[in-house]
């Protein structure tokens, strides 16, 4: 069916005129491919992006729309001019859909600038935390990787000494402990420090088992304090113990490089 454009019943056919705004259009009927429907319609579905001007004729309703003008009376000038202006606003949109688009030249593509060779003076403060972090970690101590979960790796090696050795060593002294008196709480514990200075004095050059050093009439606590202080004096390198008949002996160590002892030593 050709594109035509005819004139809607008037109002006195009581017929519904739809409205552009507050005031009534006029009575353009508009039917093509694309559309069918009243002016105000069309106008409508122009404006919200709805429907593809290219595919409805505008000089059918261009024709209707003078039809109109020369049958209209004065009570329909208002109906005319908004339907002029629908059909302008829609004459409008079409020539400039009718336009050629401008051909956008695509922007060259610049190859990125090289960046400089990096120098070791912009990369100073990164080295200098990661030597200082290295550090820190060297002195902490870590279980290996192959380690089972029911496996204890002490921080230093203990030769042919087992830690079930060093168990009985210290059990046979517990046994021989005397119970741990009610503390005094006046009385100030010594220090981890203090009771290695204590210690170190009661080792001797020669081999000793922990029953011939700890030869004083001592509790359960402070034996076990005793032994942590000679563990602590043997990862510091200032003590010596190997195994002998079944049995760990302990002595003072005669390494000229061995460390000294201090409250941060003990901590680290």
């Not at 060779?117 to 970690?137: C, T, Y």
């Not at 168990?167 to 046979?172: C, I, P, Q």
């Amino acid at each position: 069916m050709p594109p035509r454009a005819i004139q809607a019943p008037s109002r006195t056919d009581g017929a519904a005129i739809p409205a552009l705004g507050v005031l009534p259009a006029a009575p353009i009927h508009v039917s093509s491919e694309a559309f069918e429907g009243s002016l105000a319609s069309l106008f409508a579905l122009v404006r919200d992006h709805r429907i593809d001007l290219m595919g409805v004729p505008l000089f059918p309703i261009c024709e209707a729309y003078f039809e109109y003008l020369i049958t209209a009376t004065e009570s329909d000038l208002d109906e005319a001019a908004v339907a002029l202006s629908a059909l302008s606003y829609l004459l409008e949109r079409k020539a400039w859909l009718l336009l050629p688009a401008p051909e956008v030249d695509p922007e060259p593509f610049e190859e990125p600038a090289e960046l400089p060779e990096p120098s070791v003076i912009e990369f100073r403060a990164a080295i200098d935390v990661l030597g200082q972090w290295h550090d820190e970690r060297a002195d902490l101590y870590f279980r290996s990787r192959d380690a089972g979960p029911n496996l204890f790796e002490l921080p230093y090696e203990l030769a042919d000494v087992s830690g079930a050795d060093l168990a009985r060593a210290l059990d046979r002294v517990l046994q021989r402990a005397k119970p741990t008196a009610m503390p005094v709480l006046a009385r100030a514990r010594r220090s981890l420090a203090e009771q290695m200075e204590l210690v170190f004095g009661s080792l001797k050059t020669e081999f000793q088992s922990l029953t011939e050093i700890i030869q004083a009439d001592l509790t359960r606590s402070e034996c076990v304090y005793w032994f942590l202080a000679i563990l602590e004096l043997v990862r510091l390198g200032r003590s010596r113990m190997k195994s002998a008949d079944g049995d760990v002996l302990f002595a003072r160590s005669i390494h000229p490089q061995a460390k000294l002892w201090s409250e941060e030593a003990i901590s680290a």
